[in-house]
């Protein structure tokens, strides 16, 4: 008679956490995949299948320790299932390595490590990836990342230290200036058709399956998709912009006519001149954090 209103209060607790904890799990993700975009997509999959659990378990684990198992599991599993430019098997071992306590150098590699491009993480093998974002853009300890890989603290130095290495020889070979990117007509015209309010336009390039999704919102398809632009004619100081996310083209999205920078992205997926997928990031703005960010000229 008691289970109910615990495992009500259980499932209060996990979505206070995952409002508090999801800008953290998707720098974990995005980088582990090397995609702002994947990162999102392990995050949502995360959430739907921690929430989905967690009445099934025995005893109420420690949330933040279990969603990012959960989130690194997800991850794996993507990446799985496409080419990696380098992978190993998570299990595989290196030569163990001991590390001083952070002195003013290891400072700076982490800064490095935090500074560096999403997409570059991707060209670390997969334990010296997740124990290098772990430690220096998250700030984990040695102890939590080594239950998290199941590895002994020993190896995850060892991962630790090779990854940094590797990671500082990738930023050496990189260019310092973003790539110069062309826009494609079709992203020009849906911004285009935006700023000037024209809804029917926009209407008209929907396909009959067109999926809307939004972050914390459930996923709408066919004519109910609609809506979305019914919603954003409220607020008549957006514009939109072309622009690239960490190599991939979107729609930057200004809240304010004033705006400097954008506050979100949108990203459209187009077949045969019409619009398949609309994803729109206005409540999951935290996908630009540590991306490079591409504006057109002007915008």
Not at 74 to 87: P, W
Not at 172 to 197: E, G, H, I, T, W
Not at 205 to 211: I, K, N, S, T, Y
């Amino acid at each position: 008679m008691n289970q109910e209103p615990t495992a009500q209060a259980d499932q209060d607790e996990l979505l206070a956490l995952i409002g508090e904890l999801r800008p953290e799990l998707h720098r974990y993700c995005a980088r582990l995949t090397g995609s702002v975009f994947d990162g999102e997509d392990v995050v949502q999959d995360t959430l739907a299948t921690a929430s989905q659990m967690l009445g099934t378990l025995n005893a109420k684990p420690a949330l933040r320790a279990w969603l990012f198992r959960i989130a690194h599991n997800r991850a794996l599993d993507l990446m799985r299932g496409r080419t990696l430019r380098a992978a190993e098997p998570l299990e595989a071992a290196f030569d163990m390595a001991d590390l001083d306590e952070p002195d003013p150098l290891e400072q700076l590699i982490r800064q490095e490590a935090i500074a560096t491009a999403i997409s570059r993480f991707v060209e670390l093998p997969t334990p010296q990836r997740s124990a290098v974002i772990l430690k220096d853009v998250l700030g984990h300890s040695l102890d939590d990342i080594a239950g998290l890989l199941d590895l002994s603290i020993d190896a995850v130095k060892g991962h630790l230290a090779r990854g940094r290495t590797r990671l500082r020889e990738i930023n050496s070979r990189a260019s310092a200036s973003p790539v110069k990117r062309a826009y494609s007509a079709a992203n020009r015209l849906y911004a285009d058709l935006f700023n000037r309010r024209d809804w029917d336009g926009l209407r008209a390039l929907l396909a009959d399956d067109v999926r809307l999704n939004q972050a914390t919102h459930p996923v709408r398809t066919g004519a109910s998709a609609g809506m979305f632009f019914t919603i954003y004619s409220q607020t008549p100081e957006i514009r939109l912009a072309p622009a690239w996310l960490d190599g991939e083209e979107v729609i930057a999205v200004y809240e304010q006519g004033s705006e400097s920078a954008p506050h979100h992205v949108m990203r459209i997926d187009w077949r045969d001149g019409r619009i398949a997928i609309i994803r729109d990031f206005r409540y999951a703005a935290y996908v630009m954090d540590g991306a490079e960010l591409v504006l057109e000229q002007g915008a």
